[in-house]
């Protein structure tokens, strides 16, 4: 029987230039630097500017990743966005980055899980590239999430940003490859629309025709976070026969440090094996793992073979966790 496993061979990312640090923002929102510090560990974010696409981070994150995996578009079979602000209603953004990279006769589509889009996009690219659709697949998350926020709301526009990150994706099927535990080891995913109501936005195409705003009650949503996020980390663990001691470093989604904090507790992980983003970047939303994950392999502290742990919940509510080890047997 063949050893099938899907590596994770390489990873690439992109922020937008323009900085916004919280006292930019606290002299247009009723806010301040020290509140946005204490309740959500954020210090500023990178917003997109007039013209600049979600499509445009997509396509420099993965141009990265290519680079890094040292493969061309042509070497693409497979394209997933992660995202829940995409350039136009339709087509995806995906098809856009296709072309852009030239990545003729991949299949190419978007995911839409929100926050959660990362984890839920890799795992549908490990379903197909396990199923036979394909040896190498781009997984991007990008956001430019600023274009969703109402500026007037406190309580929500301080919490996100705008950025892409992408890893590349490759399948090991040949015994040959001597693929072993490495790439995707488990992947959980869940959603409950009972909770639809908590974080949403009050438009879109068939309801009222308008892109909307972020609306969230973020005390439920932390509760649900805490909660959602340790259990299906859990069940990764046991899909993968794992335990948390097993994990060099966890990648989490950026939402709030405290989420963050809450979650290196119940896995009892050290506080330098857990990937810090959010103090820079804010929410990225669907493109916060990746930018995490990117951030820490380029300074060197994700190294091949590492163990991975990634988790993430937002809108819908929909929330997975995905273990990894990164890299490919050398
Ligand atoms: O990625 C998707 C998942 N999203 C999340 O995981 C977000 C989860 N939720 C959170 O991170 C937190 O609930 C927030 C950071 C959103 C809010 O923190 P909180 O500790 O739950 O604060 P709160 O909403 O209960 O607000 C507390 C106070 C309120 O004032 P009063 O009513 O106590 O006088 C707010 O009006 O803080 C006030 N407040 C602000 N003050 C200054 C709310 N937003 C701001 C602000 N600046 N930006």
Same mark, same amino acid.
């Given at each position: ?9 390489? *990873? ?14 606290s ?7 020290a509140w ?20 445009d ?6 141009t990265?990743? #290519?680079a ?8 693409? +079979? #497979? ?7 995409p ?15 030239d ?7 978007? @995911? ?16 197909? &590239?396990r ?6 697949? &781009?997984?991007v998350?990008?956001e430019?999430?600023?274009?969703? #926020?109402?500026?007037e ?11 892409a ?11 040959? +490859?001597?693929?072993g535990?490495?790439?995707?080891? $488990? $992947? ?9 109501d ?7 195409p068939s ?20 909660? =959602? ?7 990764a ?9 097993? @994990? ?15 979650m ?7 506080s330098?094996?857990?990937?810090r983003?959010?103090?820079q970047?804010?929410?990225? $939303?669907?493109?916060? @793992?990746?930018?995490?994950?990117s951030?820490a *392999? ?8 590492? *163990? ?14 995905? #273990?990894? =080890?990164?890299?490919?047997p050398?």
């Amino acid at each position: 029987m063949t050893n099938q496993r899907v590596l994770m061979t390489a *990873v690439g990312s992109y922020l937008p230039a323009n900085v916004v640090t919280n006292e930019a923002l606290s002299s247009f929102v009723d806010t301040d630097d020290a509140w946005i510090r204490r309740r959500t560990g954020i210090a500023q974010r990178h917003l997109v500017a007039d013209g600049e696409t979600t499509s445009d981070l997509a396509y420099h994150a993965a141009t990265k990743a #290519l680079a890094n995996a040292g493969l061309a578009g042509g070497d693409i +079979d #497979l394209i997933i966005i992660a995202t829940t602000t995409p350039d136009n209603t339709f087509p995806s953004t995906a098809t856009k980055l296709q072309h852009m990279i030239d990545a003729k006769g991949a299949i190419a589509f978007d @995911i839409q899980a929100v926050c959660a889009g990362f984890v839920y996009a890799l795992d549908v690219a490990d379903a197909m &590239l396990r199923s036979g659709r394909g040896r190498r697949a &781009l997984v991007v998350g990008a956001e430019s999430f600023s274009k969703l #926020l109402d500026w007037e709301d406190r309580a929500t526009c301080v919490l996100f940003g705008d950025g892409a990150g992408a890893v590349v994706l490759e399948l090991a099927d040949d015994a040959g +490859d001597d693929a072993g535990d490495w790439g995707i080891r $488990s $992947s959980v995913l869940h959603s409950d629309g009972a909770y639809r109501d908590i974080l949403y936005v009050d438009g879109g195409p068939s309801s009222n025709a308008a892109v909307g705003h972020v609306r969230m009650e973020g005390k439920e949503v932390f509760r649900h976070a805490v909660e =959602k996020l340790a259990s299906v980390m859990d069940e990764a663990l046991s899909a993968a026969n794992m335990q948390a001691g097993d @994990i060099d470093w966890l990648v989490p989604h950026q939402a709030n440090v405290r989420i963050i904090d809450a979650m290196q507790k119940k896995m009892d992980l050290p506080s330098d094996r857990v990937v810090r983003t959010v103090e820079q970047h804010a929410n990225t $939303s669907a493109a916060s @793992i990746p930018l995490a994950l990117s951030a820490a *392999v380029d300074d060197g502290r994700i190294k091949n073979g590492d *163990v991975l742990a990634m988790e993430a919940i937002g809108g819908g509510l929909a929330w997975g966790a995905a #273990l990894v =080890k990164f890299g490919r047997p050398l």
